[in-house]
T-cell receptor, first 113, second 114 residues
Framework: DMKVTQMPRYLIKRMGENVLLECGQD?????MYWYRQDPGLGLQLIYI???????SEGDIPKGYRVSRKKREHFSLILDSAKTNQTSVYFC????????????FGSGTRLLVI | KTQVEQSPQSLVVRQGENCVLQ??????????LRWFKQDTGKGLVSLTV?????DKTSNGRYSATLDKDAKHSTLHITATLLDDTATYIC?????????????FGAGTQLIVIP
């Protein structure tokens, strides 16, 4: 069963703590994404990765960094979390192109207090 | 500025009724358009992708249209079921490759009542 797996599903952190969100996919997709979803807004792209160690900033990269050392694994790191980073974070993967499937994980709900 | 606008913002229908969701966008170029279904607390699941200047797709009870001249798409759901309760998200891709970006609407929340 092809899927994108995100861990953890729920996370509560204090302001200033470091946060690690993990994402894995079993489809050997080259391209992976991190998005955040806030109420009333469309998903916003944080980072995109085209393959191992080939990452590019999305539309809202400030306060985030990523790591992709294996094709099947893509991590999102928040160094010193802020309360405005409270959100639902989605990881996705794609083989690329308009005919390809985009597969999304179930999301990580992060609360920064 | 929001480049993908969906309407209505929310919609309540009775089971068995049909409904139509609208998507207007200003994304340029508009290589393709996708509709996703998002159940509460879950990820997005692709329903269909439209690519041609004037395109139509059908996937069971879901059918969709795209008019790139009008930059407008519709998603029709026929004979709604309780399980159709979800948020439906319109997404425009600006390129046909992984180098492109996806532009997401905020979604239409559909509630199907018995």
């Amino acid at each position: 069963d092809m899927k994108v797996t995100q861990m953890p599903r729920y996370l509560i952190k204090r302001m200033g703590e470091n946060v690690l969100l993990e994402c894995g996919q079993d489809m050997s997709h080259e391209t992976m994404y991190w998005y955040r979803q806030d109420p009333g807004l469309g998903l916003q792209l944080i980072y995109i990765s085209y393959d191992v160690d080939s990452n590019s900033e999305g539309d809202i990269p400030k306060g985030y960094r990523v790591s992709r050392k294996k094709r099947e694994h893509f991590s999102l790191i928040l160094d010193s979390a802020k309360t405005n980073q409270t959100s639902v974070y989605f990881c996705a993967s794609s083989s690329g192109g308009r005919g390809s499937d985009y597969t999304f994980g179930s999301g990580t709900r992060l609360l920064v207090i | 500025k929001t480049q993908v606008e969906q309407s209505p913002q929310s919609l309540v229908v009775r089971q068995g009724e049909n409904c139509v969701l609208q998507c207007n966008y200003s994304v340029t170029p508009d290589n393709h358009l996708r509709w996703f279904k998002q159940d509460t607390g879950k990820g997005l699941v692709s329903l269909t992708v439209l690519v041609d200047q004037k395109d139509k797709t059908s996937n069971g009870r879901y059918s969709a249209t795209l008019d790139k001249d009008a930059k407008h798409s519709t998603l029709h759901i026929t004979a709604t079921l309780l399980d159709d309760t979800a948020t439906y998200i319109c997404v425009v891709g600006d390129r046909g490759s992984a180098l492109g970006r996806l532009h997401f609407g905020a979604g239409t929340q559909l509630i199907v009542i018995p």
